[in-house]
């Protein structure tokens, strides 16, 4: 089992930055890949950015590319995501989530088996 615990989120301004954060617990050796996703009220879940834990490779969405950036601290199982230039379409639930195996479309959150509470992000124009 993972335990997942997001935290950071807000509310800020267009042009703002926020980080969030994502302390894992539990069995984390077993995690193959990380990823960030989000949920604005009635679109489905996307998602946003996802990190190969054990290489460090990562992959954004179009939406985020050269805005956010997303990253680990091995000492402390915490996933991160550093987003700059927030938009007003960024505004939705964040949640992290974690898998244990490398089959499926990465970006699919069925293929994810761990996920967090979610922490709000809003950003006003």
């Known amino acids: 089992q993972v335990q997942l615990v997001e935290s950071g989120g807000g509310s800020v301004q267009a042009g703002g930055s926020l980080r969030l954060s994502c302390a894992a617990s539990?069995?984390?050796?077993?995690?193959?890949?990380m990823a960030w996703f989000r949920q604005a009220p009635g679109k489905e879940r996307e998602g946003v950015a996802r990190?190969?834990?054990?290489?460090?490779?990562?992959y954004y969405a179009d939406s985020v590319n050269g805005r956010f950036t997303i990253s680990q601290d091995d000492a402390k199982n915490t996933l991160y995501l550093q987003m700059n230039s927030l938009k007003p379409e960024d505004t939705a639930m964040y949640y992290c989530?974690?898998?244990?195996?490398?089959?499926?479309?990465?970006?699919?959150?069925?293929?994810?088996?761990?996920w967090g509470q979610g922490t709000q992000v809003t950003v006003s124009s």
């Open positions: 539990g069995y984390t050796s077993s995690i193959t890949l």
């Open positions: 989530a974690a898998r244990i195996d490398f089959v499926g479309n990465p970006f699919a959150p069925r293929t994810y088996r761990y």
């Open positions: 990190i190969y834990p054990r290489h460090r490779i990562t």
